[in-house]
T-cell receptor, first 110, second 117 residues
Framework: EDKVVQSPLSLVVHEGDTVTLNCSYE??????LLWYKQEKKAPTFLFML????IEKKSGRLSSILDKKELFSILNITATQTGDSAVYLC??????????FGTGTRLQVFP | GAVVSQHPSRVICKSGTSVKIECRSL??????MFWYRQFPKQSLMLMAT?????????EQGVEKDKFLINHASLTLSTLTVTSAHPEDSSFYIC?????????????FGPGTRLLVL
């Protein structure tokens, strides 16, 4: 059965800390892995990772995919309160379906 | 990024009524749209895949007669929850994918929160 597992389920840090969010997957005909940030509404797109070992960066966020070990990490450096959200990863499989993990809830306190 | 809108953002209805939710891609043509449902503190679960001009493909366990999907144009898909019951209360989110085909990023709408009394 296809599944995407994220850890930790929740994380509480102080502003300025660096966090690493984990995502492992078992997805048939895997194509790529996506990271989304979800605040109170729908998810907003962060990264799409297709190739192993190539880091993608956007400001303080970065992510990398390991297709051999079937996992990805999302790093956030110098966290800010605005980073507080649920971070979702999703495996993109078969034709064009996404299977989501349950998310990591990050809370950043001042 | 691409913009996807949903309407309404929130709806409260009585049990037994039908509710229609619209999903529009505002600045691109969406050949495929997806409908998800998210219960509190759970992740998004795909309900169905909607291709413009053809019948929607439903995921296992999703009743196609209860959740009617119409994708009449390249910018609009609708989800109608027929004879809604309290257990249908949830956050419904659509996403849209452009004409680039499989592998192209999906962009999500802001979601519709449905409460059935």
């Amino acid at each position: 059965e296809d599944k995407v597992v994220q850890s930790p389920l929740s994380l509480v840090v102080h502003e300025g800390d660096t966090v690493t969010l984990n995502c492992s997957y078992e997805v048939t005909n895997f194509r790529s892995l996506l990271w989304y940030k979800q605040e109170k509404k729908a998810p907003t797109f962060l990264f799409m990772l297709t190739s192993s070992g190539i880091e993608k960066k956007s400001g303080r966020l970065s992510s990398i995919l390991d297709k051999k070990e079937l996992f990805s990490i999302l790093n956030i450096t110098a966290t800010q309160t605005g980073d507080s959200a649920v971070y979702l990863c999703a495996g993109f499989y078969n034709t064009d379906k996404l299977i989501f993990g349950t998310g990591t809830r990050l809370q950043v306190f001042p | 990024g691409a913009v996807v809108s949903q309407h309404p953002s929130r709806v409260i209805c009585k049990s037994g009524t039908s509710v229609k939710i619209e999903c529009r891609s505002l600045d691109f043509q969406a050949t495929t749209m997806f409908w998800y449902r998210q219960f509190p503190k759970q992740s998004l679960m795909l309900m169905a895949t909607s291709n413009e001009g053809s019948k929607a493909t439903y995921e296992q366990g999703v009743e196609k007669d209860k959740f009617l999907i119409n994708h009449a144009s390249l910018t609009l898909s609708t989800l109608t929850v027929t004879s809604a019951h309290p257990e249908d209360s949830s956050f419904y989110i659509c996403s849209a994918r452009g004409a680039g085909g499989p592998g192209e990023t999906q962009y999500f709408g802001p979601g519709t929160r449905l409460l059935v009394l």
